[in-house]
């Protein structure tokens, strides 16, 4: 509904929107609700207005945490999310307070079996910003927003379909945690996601193998 309103009810021309219709499709969503919902942020049908909303905030260990929400109801919403982070001893900042400390990114996801040459020639050619191998032997292939959609077509054309594909916000560093802070930290980042207006979270948490696998 909101990228239908910013941008306009034609997914061809609006990339934003085409995004959204992807992850739709890609969560089972019924073609008909979607097509609702681009009618009415297109105008074309009568119903309640959305805005878009990004909270910042600490989380346990001073991890930095962004919450995109789209909402009917501001003060619902900012109760809710402060509420998921004082319950984990974290607070609810101010605007600015840490996206500073991400960048939005397109990033295309492939399995550690993929191979990795084809992937970098052809992403390159595509305008990708970056193609990097993960400590899993993962391909992530990086990109400018504006040059997300052309890139990912790019791939697919060329074979080489992503395990996952979104434009997302990329921490530049991570906060190391230990046991008792991870568990808090899993706990909000749950809280948080599980909030009907909660969209996306991100944060720069990084929790070890080994206590990862004890939570």
Do not use: W
């Not at 993960?134 to 080489?160: C, I, K, Y």
Request: hydrophobic share 40%.
């Amino acid at each position: 509904t909101v990228a239908a309103r910013m941008g306009g009810g034609d997914p061809g021309a609006n990339p934003r929107l085409r995004l959204a219709m992807d992850k739709a499709l890609t969560a089972n969503m019924p073609r008909d609700t979607i097509e609702r919902a681009i009618k009415r942020g297109a105008g074309s049908l009568e119903g309640v207005e959305y805005e878009e909303i990004r909270y910042e905030g600490y989380g346990p260990g001073g991890v930095a945490v962004m919450v995109d929400a789209v909402t009917d109801n501001r003060n619902r919403t900012v109760a809710e999310v402060r509420h998921a982070f004082s319950k984990c001893g974290g607070n609810l900042g101010t605007s600015g307070s840490v996206a500073f400390q991400f960048t939005e990114q397109g990033v295309l996801s492939y399995p550690a079996d993929s191979d990795e040459d084809r992937i970098m020639e052809v992403a390159i050619e595509a305008g990708a910003d970056d193609v990097v191998t993960n400590d899993d032997s993962s391909v992530d292939v990086l990109t400018e927003p504006a040059a997300f959609q052309q890139v990912r077509e790019a791939m697919a054309a060329a074979g080489l379909e992503p395990e996952s594909a979104e434009v997302t916000q990329r921490a530049s560093s991570n906060t190391m945690l230990g046991l008792e802070d991870a568990q808090k930290m899993v706990k909000l980042l749950d809280l948080l996601e599980d909030l009907d207006d909660t969209q996306n979270v991100y944060s720069n948490a990084d929790i070890p193998e080994d206590i990862l696998a004890n939570l």
